[in-house]
């Protein structure tokens, strides 16, 4: 049951990276013309449009954006109740779930997105697209803590403290809700 579980889930929590990407980006304000940030923006435009005639953004945070997050878990969780027999019936139980589910892509996108910086600043013979937005990304999290390290002879070890503390935080959520 668990590779039926894995091929439905699969598709939820890919998308529903790509969305809280979308809202990563535009929270950060990074380059709306950059290839990757167009990717993103073309992959969730079709349903974010829509909620956003419905419901405001709040300042820079976009809650239609956030909003589609939540109902992608949504789906995941009843589309896995469905195939497992389960009961659809405590939808608040569903809807709490869905935010812990969302809580928790969205810390495995920012630790994908650190590793795939690292490995990027270690094989990019230039500045390509990604590279910049993965940078705009990122780099509000790492310059605090760069700025405290000692300098340790041009090896930065911020993006390793940021993943640690990611970890922590992951385990921590683990402790209080049993989801990480």
Do not use: C
Request: charged share 15%; hydrophobic share 60%; glycine share 6%.
């Amino acid at each position: 049951m668990s590779s039926i579980e894995f091929l439905i889930s699969l598709p939820f929590k890919l998308y529903l990276m790509v969305v809280l990407l979308r809202f990563w980006l535009q929270l950060a304000r990074a380059d709306f013309y950059n290839p990757f940030s167009q990717f993103v923006v073309k992959a969730t435009h079709p349903l974010v449009a829509p909620l956003r005639r419905i419901i405001p953004s709040f300042g820079r945070m976009d809650s239609a954006t956030l909003l589609l997050a939540w109902l992608v878990a949504m789906g995941q969780i009843i589309a896995l109740s469905l195939i497992a027999g389960a009961s659809l019936g405590n939808f608040f139980g569903m809807a709490s779930f869905a935010l812990l589910i969302v809580l928790k892509e969205a810390f495995d996108l920012v630790f994908y997105v650190l590793i795939l910086r690292a490995i990027m600043s270690w094989v990019s013979q230039g500045r390509n697209p990604m590279e910049l937005v993965l940078a705009q990304l990122t780099e509000p999290m790492l310059y605090p803590i760069r700025k405290r390290l000692p300098d340790m002879g041009g090896l930065d070890l911020s993006v390793m403290v940021v993943i640690l503390i990611l970890i922590f935080l992951q385990k921590l959520m683990g402790d209080l809700f049993g989801i990480f």
